[in-house]
């Protein structure tokens, strides 16, 4: 299985300042015939389902404001909150489908500082 | 409006089974893998098992392998998954999921997810 590890497990930071989540994959989840990662990033609020923000590691779901942003290739990725809002506060996770079966990050929980 | 609704979830003793169902709408379901996704209470997600959309392939987690069944009848738009010789460490919140069908890997829809609890 292709292992995810997150970091930090939480984060917190002030209003408007810039939150930055790091999850790296055991092996490379590069899928070389279209030349994409594997790779989606989830927010989950208290009670709620996850919902997704970014997949093929950097291509913004319709409808998530553009201040989440994904980068990173291979094995290697990250999330950007650009100037956080108090309704970010939640849990993130990262995921790869490079494999049948999935797998997902710890998770990152994002407070305000 | 795309929506899963799942159903089945209760509590049961270890050793038991239990028949969890997820309801389709809102998107032409006979072209989706599906897939169910589950969640400890307050800890982390876990994949448990996906299946083609015209049900011919199906793939688990190696955590329940043998013990869960999934399959789906496409002419009533659902899901089922079959859990049989439950334990305690089965006790989560079941997501009937459904995979982008651009990558058939990221996950575009959730269900609300139900509750199953293993406990004597």
């Known amino acids: 299985d292709i292992v995810m590890t997150q970091s930090p497990d939480s984060l917190a930071v002030s209003l408007g300042d810039r939150a930055t989540i790091n999850c790296k994959s055991s092996?490379?989840?590069?899928?070389?015939?279209?030349?994409?990662?594997?790779l989606a990033w989830y927010q989950q609020k208290p009670g709620q389902p996850p919902k997704i923000l970014i997949y093929?590691?950097?291509t913004r779901e319709s409808g998530v404001p553009d201040r989440f942003s994904g980068s990173g290739s291979g094995t290697d990725f990250t999330l950007t909150i650009s100037s956080l809002q108090a309704e970010d506060v939640a849990v993130y996770y990262c995921?790869?489908?490079?494999?049948?079966?999935?797998?997902f990050g710890q998770g990152t929980k994002v407070e305000i500082k | 409006e795309v929506q899963l609704v799942e159903s089945g979830g209760d509590l049961v003793q270890p050793g038991g089974s239990l028949r969890l169902s997820c309801a389709a709408s809102?998107?032409?379901?006979?072209?989706?893998?599906m897939a169910w996704v589950r969640q400890v209470p307050g800890k982390g997600l876990e994949w448990v098992a996906s299946?083609?959309?015209?049900?011919?392939?199906?793939y688990y987690a190696d955590s329940v392998k043998g013990r869960f069944t999934f399959s789906r009848d496409n002419a009533k738009n659902s899901l089922y998954l079959q859990i049989s010789n439950l334990r305690v460490d089965d006790t989560a919140v079941y997501y009937c999921?459904?995979?982008?069908?651009?990558?058939?890997?990221?996950?575009?829809?959730w269900g609300q997810g139900t509750l199953v609890t293993v406990s004597s």
């Open positions: 999921v459904r995979p982008a069908v651009y990558d058939s890997g990221s996950i575009d829809c």
């Open positions: 809102g998107f032409t379901f006979t072209t989706y893998w």
């Open positions: 299946i083609k959309p015209d049900g011919s392939d199906k």
């Open positions: 092996q490379s989840v590069f899928y070389s015939s279209n030349n994409k990662n594997c």
């Open positions: 093929w590691a950097s």
């Open positions: 995921q790869q489908y490079y494999t049948t079966g999935w797998t």
